[in-house]
């Protein structure tokens, strides 16, 4: 069965820096694409981050504006999302999941599997 499991949110102030973690579990993922949204309070689940498992590549939302940097270790089986610079927008809960989709990634509804979240929270 597939496990994910976040950590490493908190509180920070504004211009701070976080280091997301999500561990995975239950399957390989080499053909398989590790995904970082976010869902903040009466919003909907928005896409932050997206890395193929095999090969790496990497593609970012707009709003990251090169504040953020999705990597990960195979080895360890986890995805990281380091966030730098952090805007009190950036306030939410932070999820990691997995998709097969190779394309339409950037839609939650394609993930079949998610973690249960971390809360960031960005101070002014």
């Known amino acids: 069965q597939v496990q994910l499991v976040e950590s490493g949110g908190g509180l920070v102030q504004a211009g701070g820096s976080l280091r997301l973690s999500c561990a995975a579990s239950?399957?390989?993922?080499?053909?398989?694409?590790m995904g970082w949204f976010r869902q903040a309070p009466g919003k909907e689940r928005e896409f932050v981050a997206a890395i193929s498992w095999s090969g790496g590549s990497t593609t970012y939302a707009d709003f990251v504006e090169g504040r953020f940097t999705i990597s990960r270790d195979s080895a360890k089986n986890t995805v990281y999302l380091q966030m730098d610079s952090l805007k009190p927008d950036d306030t939410a809960v932070y999820y990691c999941?997995?998709?097969?989709?190779?394309?339409?990634?950037?839609?939650?509804?394609?993930?079949?599997?998610w973690g249960r979240g971390t809360q960031v929270t960005v101070s002014s």
């Open positions: 999941g997995v998709t097969p989709y190779r394309i339409n990634y950037r839609e939650p509804r394609n993930y079949n599997y």
């Open positions: 239950g399957r390989s993922f080499s053909n398989y694409r």
